[in-house]
C-alpha cells in the first residue's frame, strides 16, 4: 500500500481534499492512501489533470497551482454589495487595470485605475517569477444580485461572476412559533389512495394555521422513479429541481366544463382502486403511480387540443430544462431502466426545448408532454398557490444533500457530478462502519466555473413554494465525506467546498423568495458550521432525544434561541420507540451493538424515562391522568413548547404514540423504510380536503389526544420563555 507521500499530501490540500479528519472518538483518522489516490482520479478531469499512477501527482500539482496564478477567481462575494476581486499578477510591474462590471439588471459600469494603487498579498514566486494579488475593491451601491465582471491587466483578461449577497438569510416567522411534521406519502386516506397529495397538505396547513401553528414540515417531495428503476427514498431524488406527480391533487386545469367534467368522471371511476390502496400495510408505490399516471396522460391529451391551454404550458415550460427533464423521462420509460443501461443516449443528448426536440430523439412525445404537464399542475398547486396569498400555515420543506447517481441531472451534466465516488457519513457511534448514500458528489471547481448554477436553482425551486427550507446536512456547504466506488465506508475523505460562495446564494434566494432556512446540523459538526449558521441566519436543530434529564442535571436542557426545535428526526426513534427502546432492541437486531452495549445502554434509558417523568410531574408539564408515556410525551413536548426556540416542530406520530420509526439509517431491505404510512389517516385525523368526486363524504373528528397536545403547545408558545 502506498503510502501519504508530502507530493500526495500536497496535490490534496490544493484541491481541497482533507487526508485526515478527526473521528467521533476525538482521534485523528488518516484515510487510506489507496482510497485517496481512488478519490483523486475522480476529481483530477474536473481539475484538469489526470491520475493514472503516483508519478503523475507532482505535474498535477504544479497544474494546479499554476492555474490559481493564471487568472482570477471564477466567483467572489461581496456581501450587502461590498467585496474585492483578487487578481494576480507580477508584483514588481505597475500598470493599468479595467473593470467592466455587468449588472444583473442589465446596467454596466467600467472602472480602472494603477495596480500599484492596490493592496497586495499573497506573494508567491512561480517560474521564477515573484506574483501576487492586487485586490479590486467592488463597492456595488447596495445592488444584490448575480453580477458579472470583466477585468483586464498587464495584457491579460478573464471574468467571474459576482454574488452580491445579504449577509443574513430572512427571518422565521414572528413570535415563538410552532408547527408539526410527518411525510406527506404517510397522509393517505380513501380519497388520496396509497399516499397523501397536495390537497391534504393543504388541509393540514390550514388545520395548523387555524390552531396557531405557523408550519406544516414534510420530507422531500421532488421527482421520484417510481416505476423502473423504483426509488422511493426521499432523500435520492430522481432530480432535485423537479417535483413529484405522485403528490398531484386530482384537479383538473380549466379546459372548459366539458373537459373538467370528463377528468372529474375519470377520477370518480378510480375510487375503488383508491379505497385498496388506502387499506394496504405499506404504501404501494408503484400501485400509486400507475393509476395516478393514468389520470395525468389524460390530463395532458386534454391539453394538447386546447390551443391557448398549451400555449400557457409551453410557455412556462421555457423558464426551464422542462422539456428536457421531460424528454429524460420519457426515454427512460422507454427503456425501462436507468441511463446507465440505455441503448442509446447513454452519454448524453442534445437539449431538448420542445415536443418536436423529443420527438426527433426517439421519444414519445404524449409521455413527454404528460411530464411536462404533471410539472406545471405541481408548480401551480404549489408555487403558485403561495403566490396567491393563500392563508394557511406555511411549508417547510426539505432539500436533500444529493440526487441518485440515476437522476436527471447526472445525465444531464455528467461533468458536474463525481461519478467515481458517493457522498456519505465517517463511522460514529451509530454506524462503526461509516455510511455510503449512493449519492455522487458535487465537483466543487466545476460547479465555481458555472458560477454555482445549479445550486442556485435547486435552492430557486423550493424556495418558491416555501416558508422555510431546512437543508439536508448543512456541513455540506462546507465538506462532504467521499468515498471512492469500490473502497469501505471507512476509507473516504472529506471534499472541501467553497463555504462563503454557497452561503451567499443561500441568503441571497432566502431574500428574493422570503423564504427562511434551517440547517440541519446533526451528526459530525466541524467547528467552523455553527459560527457560520449564526452569521448567516441559519436556524440550527436542536433534538431534545439528544439532551436528556439524566445527563442534564435535575431538568431537562431548554432550546436555545434560533434553533428549530423538535423530540426527534425521520431518522430517529418516535417518542413511543424511544421510550419503550426499541430503537437499541434495532440496533442489537442489526448487529450494531453486542449484548452487553444493550443491557449498558436499556439501564441508561430507564434512568432518561425515571428522569424525564419525574420532571414532567415536577413542573405539571402535562395530567397525571395520563399513562406513563403519553404523559412523559405531552410533557416532553410541552418542556419544548415552553423553551425560547424560535420554532417548535411536532411530530404528529408522537401525539398517538407510534413506536415505528420512519426510516433507519444504514438500512436497505432490512427494513421497511419510507414504507410505513401513517397509522392514522388523514380522515381520522380530521385534515381531508372536501372533495366532490365521490370518494369521501365527509371528515371524522379528530381523537381528542391529537387536539388536547396541540393546544398546550400553542398555548405556551403565546407565552415568554421561562428565565434562564
Known sequence: MPELSGDLAELCRSIGLDISYLGWRGEAVVSDPEAVIALLSALGPGFGFELRGLEDVRRATELVARQRWESAPPVVVAWDGEGELPLPVRASVDGDWELELTFESGRTEVRGGRLFALPASGHVKVDDVTLCRRSIPLTLGGELGYHRARWSALGRSGSCEVLAAPTKAVPRAAGRSWGVFAPLYGLRSERSGAAGDLDTLGALRDWVHRRGGAYVGTLPILAQFLEEPLH?????????????????????????????????????????????????????????????????????????????????????????????????????????????????????????????????????????????????????????????????????????????????????????????????????????????????PIHPQVSRRDGHRYLRACLQHHMRAAQMLRIDHVMGLHRLYCVPRGFRATDGAYLRYPKDELYALVALESHRNQCAVAGEDLGTVPEDVPPALERHNIARLFVSQFTTPS????????????????????????????????????????????????????????????????????????????????????????????????????????????????????????????????????????????????AIVSAAEPRPVYLSVLDEVARLRAQPPPKA
Open 232 to 440: 422511493v427514498s426521499p432523500y435520492a431524488p430522481a432530480s432535485r429541481l423537479f417535483w413529484n406527480e405522485l403528490y398531484l391533487a386530482l384537479r383538473p386545469p380549466a379546459l372548459g366544463a366539458e373537459a373538467v367534467a370528463r377528468l372529474r368522471a375519470l377520477a370518480v371511476s378510480s375510487a375503488e382502486v383508491r379505497r385498496e390502496l388506502a387499506a394496504l400495510p405499506q404504501i404501494a408505490y408503484r400501485e400509486q403511480y400507475t393509476w395516478k399516471r393514468a389520470w395525468i396522460d389524460e390530463v395532458a391529451a386534454e391539453c394538447l387540443t386546447h390551443d391557448a391551454t398549451r400555449a400557457e404550458i409551453e410557455r412556462w415550460a421555457q423558464t426551464g430544462p422542462v422539456f428536457d427533464y421531460a424528454t429524460f423521462r420519457a426515454l427512460g420509460e422507454r427503456e425501462g431502466r436507468s441511463w446507465h443501461g440505455w441503448s442509446e443516449h447513454r452519454n448524453g443528448a442534445p437539449v431538448a426545448t420542445s415536443l418536436d426536440d423529443a420527438a426527433r430523439l426517439g421519444a414519445d412525445p404524449r409521455r413527454v408532454f404528460a411530464h411536462v404537464v404533471a410539472q406545471w399542475m405541481m408548480h401551480d398547486q404549489l408555487v403558485s398557490a403561495r403566490a396567491r396569498g393563500e392563508a394557511s400555515a406555511g411549508l417547510y420543506l426539505d432539500l436533500p444533500v444529493g440526487v441518485s447517481g440515476d437522476a436527471y441531472e447526472v445525465w444531464r451534466h455528467r461533468e458536474l457530478f463525481t461519478l467515481g465516488a458517493s457522498v456519505g457519513a465517517p463511522p460514529d457511534a451509530l454506524f462503526l462502519g461509516g455510511q455510503e448514500w449512493g449519492l455522487p
Open 551 to 694: 445527563e442534564l442535571g435535575d431538568a431537562p436542557g431548554l432550546a436555545p434561541e434560533a434553533v428549530v426545535a423538535s423530540f426527534g428526526t425521520h431518522d430517529m426513534a418516535t417518542f413511543a420507540g424511544w421510550w419503550h427502546g426499541s430503537d437499541l432492541a434495532d440496533r442489537h437486531q442489526l448487529g450494531l451493538i453486542g449484548v452487553e452495549d444493550l443491557a449498558r445502554q436499556e439501564v441508561h434509558r430507564a434512568k432518561e424515562r425515571k428522569a424525564l417523568l419525574a420532571h414532567v410531574d415536577a413542573q405539571d408539564l402535562a395530567p397525571r391522568s395520563l399513562p406513563e408515556v403519553a404523559r412523559a410525551m405531552a410533557g416532553a413536548a410541552a418542556e419544548l413548547a415552553r423553551g425560547a426556540a424560535e420554532v417548535v416542530l411536532i411530530t404528529l406520530e408522537d401525539l398517538w404514540l407510534e413506536p415505528a420509526p420512519q426510516n433507519v439509517p444504514g438500512t436497505l431491505h432490512e427494513r421497511p423504510n419510507w414504507l410505513r404510512p401513517l397509522d392514522v389517516s388523514a380522515t381520522e385525523l380530521g385534515v381531508e380536503p372536501a372533495v366532490d368526486d365521490g
